[in-house]
Nanobody, 120 residues
Framework: QVQLVESGGGSVQAGGSLRLSCVGYGYTIDYNCMGWFRQAPGKEREWFATISAGGTNRYYADSVAGRFTIDRDNTKNTVYLQMNSLKPEDTAMYYC?????????????WGQGTQVTVSS
């Protein structure tokens, strides 16, 4: 079964850090651009980070630039998201996705998500 599985979510106070992981099962992510999206209650799912297949290029939304870092380890078939200086407005369900490399923010397939809650 082909799927992406996220982990690492949880509850943290503002200013804290979390590291999310996303593992690909049933296929290799080596040749895919990979991204992270999030969806807060009552809001649409939004893109905020992408890493190229080789890991050379990274793209971030302004809302997370300078605080979040996307990375990958293709030997572990895993994509990571290091989140620092978390804010209450970062509270959302976080999703990993394969994304189209030409637009780098349009998803092909999703994981099931992991919840991040930031308290003030």
């Amino acid at each position: 079964q082909v799927q992406l599985v996220e982990s690492g979510g949880g509850s943290v106070q503002a200013g804290g850090s979390l590291r999310l992981s996303c593992v690909g099962y049933g296929y290799t992510i080596d040749y895919n651009c990979m991204g992270w999206f999030r969806q807060a209650p009552g809001k649409e799912r939004e893109w905020f980070a992408t890493i190229s297949a080789g890991g050379t290029n990274r793209y971030y939304a302004d809302s997370v630039a300078g605080r979040f870092t996307i990375d990958r380890d293709n030997t572990k078939n895993t994509v990571y998201l290091q989140m620092n200086s978390l804010k209450p407005e970062d509270t959302a369900m976080y999703y990993c996705a394969k994304v189209y490399c030409d637009t780098w923010k349009r998803a092909m397939s999703w994981g099931q998500g992991t919840q991040v809650t930031v308290s003030s």
